[in-house]
């Protein structure tokens, strides 16, 4: 039998897409899982766009069979669609999608804040801040997001935070231009969150979401001309 997933916070340590091995299933399917996941992430297959299994047998080195257990596995978490004798695709992203991951999101973290802020000093000891500085501001933005997730302490919000970030992931590398001062505004929730109190924490929060909602239109309009629909 497999090992079961890391427990308690330190298992948000690592790589931003936590990928933790499936019982009874060998590592190769867990690295094919992987490198399929964080393509479709970065956008090596774009939105609306049909998965090609030629190209990910060349981009993975492995047969169709780990290809296809890493798509369906993929789809169960909603980051490709399966169609019935046409294989699979990226979904298609619109407004009222991202908006529904930022509400999902919002409302995760305002729960999890609420039982996690400020977070202990065992908790702190298990975050590297620096390498969190280090990162692109979209890998350190979920990072950061899934911390809060994990301090809260509620299994339901975690996996909603990592859903939401992978939803968002594409959306947070494209929107550079959009909102320049992403990494004062990250690194101030980042001091909220450590030191509170808990009120200006939420504060802040509500405002970082407020942001993303009002240039909602502008992000779904840069996304499609990046990749536009077919």
Do not use: C
């Not at 867990?30 to 766009?49: D, H, M, N, S, T």
């Not at 977070?119 to 280090?134: H, K, R």
């Not at 939803?167 to 494209?174: T, Y």
């Amino acid at each position: 039998m497999g090992d079961a997933p890391p427990s308690g916070f330190a298992h948000f340590i690592g790589a931003v897409v936590g990928v933790w091995p499936m019982v009874g299933k060998p590592l190769a399917y867990e690295r094919v899982y992987g490198i399929i996941k964080q393509a479709i992430l970065e956008g090596l297959f774009w939105p609306g766009q049909r998965i090609d299994n030629e190209r990910l047998k060349s981009l993975v080195g492995t047969s169709h069979i780990p290809i296809r257990e890493a798509l369906r596995r993929l789809s169960a978490e909603g980051l490709v669609e399966a169609h019935r004798r046409e294989g699979f695709t990226v979904p298609y992203v619109t407004e009222p999608i991202i908006r529904g991951h930022y509400e999902w999101l919002h409302m995760a973290l305002l729960s999890s804040a609420r039982k996690g802020t400020p977070p202990g000093a065992d908790i702190l000891a298990e975050i590297d801040f620096p390498e969190m500085q280090a990162m692109s501001i979209a890998d350190a933005t979920a990072r950061f997001f899934l911390a809060v997730a994990i301090a809260g302490g509620n299994d339901g919000m975690e996996a909603t935070v990592r859903r939401a970030n992978d939803g968002l992931h594409l959306i947070r590398i494209l929107k550079e231009d959009l909102l320049t001062d992403r990494r004062s505004e990250l690194d101030q929730l980042i001091a909220l969150w450590r030191f509170g109190p808990l009120i200006e924490f939420e504060t802040a929060l509500d405002a970082y979401f407020t942001r993303r909602y009002a240039i909602l239109p502008e992000m779904v309009r840069l996304l499609h001309r990046r990749f536009p629909k077919n």
